[in-house]
């Protein structure tokens, strides 16, 4: 097996500054504190708040791609429902069975579901 050292990092997964110092054919390889692997961001203190920002945000920007499809009134609200479903909430909740799911994270998942589900049928 090749390792190359120009894309190989570091990370130490505590709550206190703990640094590693690994040497990889005499190079020094580079400590970060968040990176994302199969579609999930990881930080450094292990704490999940980061992912679940950013899949929300994710989530946000497909919500608002799909408004032509929230407006419109030719398609009835349990084919925007299905369409809701596959295609924000999968979105928002890939990679959920990983989260620390704490009171506060619940309460925004349960607002923004609030905030679409409002949306696909016109209540302001």
């Known amino acids: 097996m090749e390792v190359i050292t120009e894309k190989s990092k570091v990370m130490v997964n505590s709550r206190d500054e703990t640094h590693a110092v690994i040497l990889m054919n005499g190079e020094l390889l580079e400590e970060v504190g968040t990176f994302t692997y199969l579609g999930g961001t990881i930080t450094k203190d292990g704490t999940s708040e980061t ?45 959920c069975e990983t989260w620390t799911l704490l009171a506060a994270t619940e309460r925004k998942i349960r607002a923004f579901e609030m905030r679409c589900l409002r949306k696909l049928l016109h209540i302001s």
């Open 51 to 95: 992912d679940v920002r950013r899949r929300f945000a994710i989530a946000t920007s497909a919500m608002a791609r799909l408004s032509r499809i929230w407006k419109s009134n030719n398609i009835s609200f349990s084919v925007k429902f299905k369409l809701y479903k596959t295609l924000v909430v999968s979105i928002l909740l890939y990679g």
